[in-house]
Each structure stands twice: as structure tokens, then as C-alpha cells.
């Protein structure tokens, strides 16, 4: 099992920047991806970002070119780095890890964006 855990989520002016941390613990080296999704107020989940083992990374078209999904193996630490913030990327954005056919989610952050 994977334990994911949060943090970094905040309240910030439109135009801001944020940076969220996904912290994992338990079968580290049974994943095989790591991504960040997001669910506004009476919205589905939507994927943002997928980094891969081998670093490769993947964005969601509204987020492309504001945030960069990045990691710290050392630390077994996911980042999400978002930049020029928008009030529609108010959401809770939370950290996902695939292993095998299986996730495993975090219990999400709140990011608010205000015009």
C-alpha cells in the first residue's frame, strides 16, 4: 500500500503562484506514476498532471504552460508548481499514485483563487 499526503494548498489573488507537496510513504517503489487531479465545487475529478517513473510528464490543456509537475526521489516528495493562478483553477486538488492496475489517493488540498 501507498500513503499520500497533501500539503500546500492555500487561498491566493488571481495571478498568484502556489506550490502543492504530495509526500509518499509505504510501497514506494511499487509506483509507477504519480499525478495531481482536481475536483471544483459541483464538478467531476479532472486529471491536471502525470509525472512517470522514467520523468516523463503530461499536462491537462487548461493547466499547460502555468504548471509544472515535478519530484524529489530523495525525499519521495511529488510537487505541483502553478503559476499564473486563475479563479477557475479553484478546486481541491489531490495527489494520485498508480501501482500496477490500482491508485492510491491522498485526502486533497483546498487551492482558492480569488479575482
Known amino acids: 500500500q501507498v500513503q499520500l499526503v497533501e500539503s ?16 509518499a510513504s509505504g510501497s514506494i517503489r511499487s509506483i509507477n506514476a504519480m499525478g495531481w ?32 509537475i515535478s519530484r524529489d526521489n530523495a525525499k519521495n516528495t511529488v510537487y505541483l508548481q502553478m503559476d499564473s493562478l486563475k479563479p477557475e483553477d479553484t478546486a481541491v486538488y489531490y495527489c494520485n499514485a498508480v501501482i500496477g492496475l490500482k491508485s492510491s489517493w491522498g485526502q486533497g488540498t483546498q487551492v482558492t483563487v480569488s479575482s
Open 8 to 23: 500546500g494548498g492555500n487561498l491566493v489573488q488571481a495571478g498568484g503562484s502556489l506550490r502543492l507537496s504530495c509526500a
Open 37 to 68: 487531479y482536481r475536483q471544483a465545487p459541483g464538478k467531476q475529478r479532472e486529471w491536471v498532471a502525470t509525472i512517470l517513473n522514467g520523468g516523463a510528464t503530461n499536462y491537462a490543456d487548461p493547466v499547460k504552460g502555468r504548471f509544472t
